[in-house]
């Protein structure tokens, strides 16, 4: 006989998933795995110290046959003595709503269900069936989709259900409870012990038969078993949460644990046989149009071919990956603790000079954990996102800004990097110019201008240029032709038909705002863009190009070193 017991009473207890005397919210799909996980944890229940409460969403996608589904989960909840809150959900409606995958709209339903069962219940701990052959699933899918180390650690024992980025916020939510008992009644008791099977549900599981006998009893005359309460949840009308901590419970987060994680499919198959456990079929497990079916009745048997051990081997990496992670996240904490600064709360500022002396590894990770503190809702990062913005943040000039996920960019400043919302300025006194109206540049001389920034001027000689000035190394520094530009210079914000002549395209014009949008310069701050103009018009574009008519020539005698920098800093010549 196949008994799970031994080993999963082993697992939880090494993994430190429960405490005694606390509830645990079961969810139970009616599936083997969950049928084998609640009849399991009903028989540790006492050892364990534990109370449960099973809960099932109906995700309203299957008709009659999930109709079906929640009434076989309720009464064999009740013929075990488990408490049971049944929910239905409108996952179609929430997909469409949410621009989901009926997959991923399922999955967000399901967890904010079971969240607002364990609130309601007031549990801190939500228990799932997902196995071995899960986890396998996982770290493949992982891998194909581009995962680092955080993602090809699969499957945790234990999470917070934070980590769950519950985009949609509560799938759905209660409109009316029906009699139902729970775990904070007076009169709630676990379940007694005693062998059984669906066909013979009238008592719940225990360790072996043995226990009936040792017990002298198999009912109470005071047996109460808590009737099945019914949740309905209504259609996506509730509006979106955007974290998890809303799904707390008394404010204390839950946590997701997996007591299954390390028990192939097969065992629990096979532990569902010998005990006679019956549960439901669903056919849309088989359905090969859903990206994880087709992983798992396609993909995986045709590794099967090349490595027989394939399903243990990634549960295997998935458990190595995860000890590697440990001390990538360390290493993470201390580089966030360095060069991290102080920032409004919708923002991140990394010192970017500390950030790129670390290596690329920690820079990537620091951009994945930026957006995850501020977009706790995201599921997946992309990596070709995070790529493009540790490259600008490695090579990138001032202002300028690359995309990232969800409405994030990272901009570009002159010692900071700051990752925020689009079309958001950096607070005042941040490391990009603005200004707001039009200043004459005392010629030569310091101009103090906005957000603590001054415009200094110095008049060389052509011979006494910097060797290296053609470089153009800070983008805020510009050497133009005196002669050129004339005696009269002014900075003013840019205003709409501006134009400008870049270096090097031959005297061909082009209109500001679209070189902005072509050099990736943040959106919010262009209209506050300062702009250099000269005899001409535009004579720079600051921090961004020279204008050809401007720039220092073979012909030039005399030249106007400009520098925008902060006050107090010395601006002169090099």
């Known amino acids: 006989m196949c008994d799970l017991l031994p080993r999963v009473d082993s697992y939880v207890r090494q993994r430190g998933l429960f405490t005694a005397g606390e509830t645990v919210v079961v969810g139970v799909s009616g599936g083997p795995d969950s049928i084998c996980l609640l009849h399991l944890l009903a028989r540790l229940a006492d050892g364990l110290g534990l109370r449960l409460h099973a809960a099932h969403l109906n995700h309203r996608l299957r008709g ?19 408490p049971c809150t049944v929910g239905r959900a409108e996952v179609a409606a ?41 986890q396998a699933e996982t770290v493949l899918m992982h891998f194909l989709r581009g995962s680092g180390a955080a993602g090809l650690r699969g499957m945790l024992p234990a999470t917070d259900l934070a980590e769950y980025r519950l985009a949609m916020g509560r799938g759905a939510h209660p409109e009316r409870r029906l009699a139902g008992g729970g775990p904070e009644s007076k009169d709630d008791r676990r379940p007694s012990t005693g062998e059984v099977s669906f ?25 109460r078993r808590p009737s099945t309460g019914e949740v309905l949840f209504a259609d996506a009308s509730r509006p979106p949460a955007q974290d998890a901590s809303e799904l707390a419970a008394a404010g204390e987060m839950l946590r997701l644990v997996r007591p299954l994680l390390e028990i192939p499919r097969a065992d629990i198959l096979a532990y569902c046989a010998d005990r006679g456990l019956a549960y439901r079929f669903d056919r849309s497990n088989e359905d090969t149009t859903f990206y994880r079916n087709r992983l798992r009745h396609e993909l995986l048997p045709l590794l099967e071919t090349y490595n027989p051990a394939i399903r243990a081997v990634l549960g295997r990496t998935a458990e190595t990956l995860a000890g590697d992670y440990e001390v990538l996240a ?22 970017r000079t500390g950030w790129r002396g670390l290596p690329i590894g920690l820079q990537r990770a620091l951009v994945r954990e930026a957006i995850r503190r501020l977009r706790r809702h995201l599921r997946n990062i992309n990596w070709e996102q995070v790529e493009r913005a540790v490259r600008m943040g490695q090579e990138g000039q001032p202002g300028q800004a690359a995309t990232l996920a969800a409405g994030l960019e990272l901009q570009v400043g002159a010692d900071r990097l700051r990752i925020a919302a689009e079309g958001t300025l950096p607070p005042a006194g941040a490391d990009l110019p603005q200004i707001a109206r039009r200043y004459e540049l005392a010629a030569p001389g ?7 920034w001054q415009a200094t001027v110095v008049r060389l000689e052509r011979a006494a240029l910097p060797d290296d000035y053609a470089l153009n190394a800070d983008p805020w520094r510009a050497w133009l ?21 870049p270096q090097g395209l031959g005297g061909h014009s082009v209109r500001l705002n679209e070189l902005m949008i072509n050099l990736k310069t943040p ?35 005399a030249v106007w070193q400009i520098t925008f920098e902060r006050a107090g800093q010395t601006g002169g010549q090099e």
């Open 446 to 452: 310091v101009t103090a201008l906005e957000r603590g």
């Open 64 to 82: 009659a046959e999930a109709d079906a589904d929640a009434a076989f989960v309720a009464e064999l909840a009740e013929a075990w003595g488990v």
């Open 94 to 134: 929430l997909a469409e709503r949410a621009g989901l995958s009926l997959e991923e709209a399922a999955r967000q339903a399901r967890y904010a269900f079971l969240a607002d069962v364990a609130r309601a219940a007031a549990a801190r701990v939500i228990a799932v069936g997902h196995n071995a052959d899960d």
């Open 523 to 557: 959106r919010a701050a262009r209209a506050g863009w300062p702009i250099l103009e000269g005899r001409f018009g535009v004579a720079w574009a600051c921090g961004l190009r020279l204008d050809e008519r401007a720039g220092v020539s073979p012909r030039t005698r």
């Open 481 to 501: 032709d005196a002669d050129a530009v004339g005696p009269d210079l002014a900075l003013r914000p840019r205003v709409p038909g501006d134009r400008l002549q």
């Open 199 to 223: 066909a013979d549900a009238s008592r719940p599981p225990a360790q072996d038969a043995s226990e009936l006998a040792a017990a002298g009893e198999t009912e109470q005359a005071d047996d």
């Open 330 to 351: 360390a290493a993470l904490e201390r580089a966030w603790t360095a060069v991290a600064r102080p920032a409004a709360a919708d923002e991140v500022q990394f010192d």
